[in-house]
């Protein structure tokens, strides 16, 4: 630290501070030379971006599977039989499998709410180093994909598309600590404001003091004039807990978002808003419990052999 | 990429590690080239300059740190201690400056885990790449920079 610094190094810092002063400046005031830099910067990225994703996937899975060895144990012990070519086979289309079916789930969920989607592939994850939680899609203007568009998985809400590109689009998740979307609990008129945490876990501010939330209570999406930035009707998760301060104004509540945001592979954007309102036809319905049969046997004296009688 | 706790950011990281082998005044143009970089990311939640202005700040100080002392420019070790706590030190301005300029950051504990988990994984991505920029570095400016 023996650096005394001089009137050259001085100059040159402050000319670099005001630099970046003048473009913070610009860009608050919404100078469209910043936007256009952004966006064609965005442009010329998104096929490195695909190749970079093409690139990093064998580690990114190796990552997955060491994150979720519990759930893949059992699957791992039972490829343990096949022999070596099946389960190389079955490795290979593991990832393609995923998809169908998550892309399977997506279009069920868009089909039952009446929405027209356009099916997008997720070709990056934002990093979280600024605090900002993103996604970038494979499909842009080209396909009909435009800013303030819903994006849906399978189990509900992703989020919002942010800024739309030629090929690609980045999509603010439901997660992002700057997303709002305003919620309606199912079988109810009550409203609320839903914030994202930059967690699965969203908070929910009710807008009326008289309403009540309980734990378990679905949110739906209220739904936006001509279905931008959100369509009515999508799930969006569900009430884990609720805060009763004595000096709020308004019930507060914990929320589980229904989509996992680290698993995302296959999302739909929603490009029209349905003809009309599915209200609660998209609740998620809960797990039913599989009936256990119980086996009585009634033995009698003196008869010969005892008598069965099953029920459940 | 995101990891589990956060992640890493190598714009960020080889700023850092460059500038600490650099004069102040190269650590601040280093800091000021790499700030637009990321501000030009499309998942930068700021206006534009703000990553900049961080990022000025940040390499400058890291490279008056370590300039004119061969304890730190001479161990690998005090660099990349250095560069870790740059990141964290970066980021933690940048939350601030956020937060000053009227943007939503989530839960505090949310940032902490993020700082943390990206301060870790730049104490693990920092090695890796340290001899690799101490190579460039000494190729550009000449032997007298390589650790």
Known sequence: MRYGGDNRGRLLIIILVVTSLLLITLDLRGVRVIDGLRTGTQTALTPVQRLGSWAVSPFRNFLSDVTHLGRTRNEIEKLKDDNDQLRLALQNREVADIQLKQLKKVLDLAGNGGYKVVAAKVISQGSSTSFTQTITIDAGT???????????????????????????????????PAFKIGARIARSEQIAILSGQGT???????????????????LLARGSQKGRPFVPGVPIGEVISVSNSPGALTETAEVKFY???????????????PRSDPRD??????????????????????????SPAATN | ?????????????????????????????????????MDLSQTSPGPMGHWTLVMIFACYVVAFLGYGDDNVRGNPINIILLTVVGVASAQSV?????????????????ALLVIAGTAFWTLIISPLILKAVSFIHSAVFGMHSRI
């Not at chain 1, 090929?167 to 998740?173: D, E, F, I, K």
């Not at chain 1, 680290?262 to 808003?273: I, M």
């Not at chain 2, 995101?2 to 601040?28: C, K, Q, V």
């Open chain 2, 1 to 37: 990429m995101r990891l589990p706790a956060g992640s890493f950011n190598l714009i960020l990281i080889f700023a850092l590690i460059w500038s600490a082998l650099s004069t102040p005044e190269i650590g601040a143009l280093t800091g000021f080239g790499a700030g637009i970089m």
């Open chain 1, 200 to 218: 699965r876990k969203g908070l929910l501010q009710l807008l009326d003091n008289s309403s009540e939330i309980k734990k378990g209570d679905v």
């Open chain 1, 142 to 176: 080209t396909s009909g994909v435009f800013t303030n568009m819903t994006v849906l998985s399978g189990y509900g809400l992703v989020g919002v598309v942010k800024y739309a590109y030629a090929n690609s689009a980045l999509v603010q998740l439901a997660s992002d």
């Open chain 1, 281 to 306: 036809a998209l609740v998620p319905s809960k797990p039913q419990p599989t009936p256990i049969p119980t086996v009585t046997i009634y033995a009698t004296p003196g008869a010969d052999t005892p």
């Open chain 1, 259 to 273: 989509t996992n945001f680290s698993t995302l592979g296959v999302v739909a954007v929603v490009v029209s808003e």
């Open chain 2, 94 to 110: 940048f939350l601030l400056l956020g937060f000053l300029l009227g943007q939503a950051i989530g839960s505090f504990q949310q």
